[in-house]
């Protein structure tokens, strides 16, 4: 029965077991982490002010880590002007759908039968360029981006918007994995997701190519993301820790005059 999202722990989707069947859904934080990332990478051209986009990114970090207050109906961070919270909203919609098609993908694929979980140490290899070593776990999240697309029953038209709307769902985790993994360095635990950059070239490598952005404005915009990062973990981030880490919320300069004081910390 889709309607909507549920709030939960993590800013994800879920797809997992139940003695009465699989259950699948997405969740409210993660929508706002998107919308939020939209904000960042397209600003710019929708004219959003460069401290609105810098804080855009930290509304988002903070609302992946659980460090945001998910209340943003009753407490917005700043409202933008309707005509581009449409247009935030639409592209928000397509990276959802995608994420949901994913988790669908997981259901029908049958990736939560228990005859998939003894293969969870299995190797499968991937023939390119190079020999890539992937788990079980992670070959399923391959196929499940891909059916994500192959499967969408909408007009054809549309797969052009969904499957770029999975590249920039991609790019986003990129881009938080980089500040989550300078704020708090995991080491070399395994992983049971491939990386985002290699599950966008993945689905590149296997939808059709007339849909979609194409395999060089793609390895453009990471490269574009890699030195935007770069310059974040060394010049910004070190000296603004504690703005990710406080309690509370943060807001849009420009959009958000009036701060409330409507929170206290015991």
């Not at 070190?238 to 807001?251: A, K, L, W």
């Amino acid at each position: 029965m889709p309607h909507g999202t549920i709030h939960a722990d993590e800013a994800n989707g879920m797809c997992f077991s139940t003695p009465f069947g699989n259950i699948i859904f997405l969740s409210y934080a993660l929508r706002h982490f998107l919308y939020y990332m939209n904000v960042f990478f397209f600003g710019r051209q929708y004219g959003i002010k460069e401290g609105d986009i810098l804080y855009s990114l930290l509304l988002a970090v903070r609302i992946m880590m659980g460090k945001e207050s998910l209340d943003f109906e009753l407490d917005p961070r700043g409202r933008l002007p309707k005509s581009i919270r449409r247009k935030i909203d639409e592209l928000t919609d397509w990276q959802m759908l995608f994420v949901i098609g994913h988790e669908y993908a997981h259901h029908y694929l049958g990736h939560l039968e228990s005859s998939g979980a003894l293969k969870s140490n299995e190797r499968i290899f991937d023939i390119s360029d190079k020999i890539n070593q992937f788990t079980y776990s992670q070959k399923c999240e391959f196929d499940a981006d891909l059916n994500s697309i192959t499967q969408y029953n909408g007009p054809v038209g549309e797969l052009d918007t969904l499957l770029n709307g999975g590249f920039w769902f991609f790019l986003f985790i990129e881009l938080y994995e980089r500040v989550e993994d300078y704020l708090f360095p995991k080491g070399s635990h395994p992983r049971t997701h491939p990386k985002p950059l290699e599950r966008i070239r993945m689905l590149r490598a296997n939808t059709d190519q007339s849909y979609g952005m194409s395999k060089n404005q793609l390895e453009k915009i990471i490269e574009d993301n890699d030195y935007f990062a770069q310059w974040f973990l060394r010049e910004f981030l070190p000296f603004n820790v504690e703005t990710i880490e406080m309690s509370g919320s943060i807001y849009l300069p420009s959009y958000r005059k009036k701060v409330l004081i409507d929170r206290l910390d015991f």
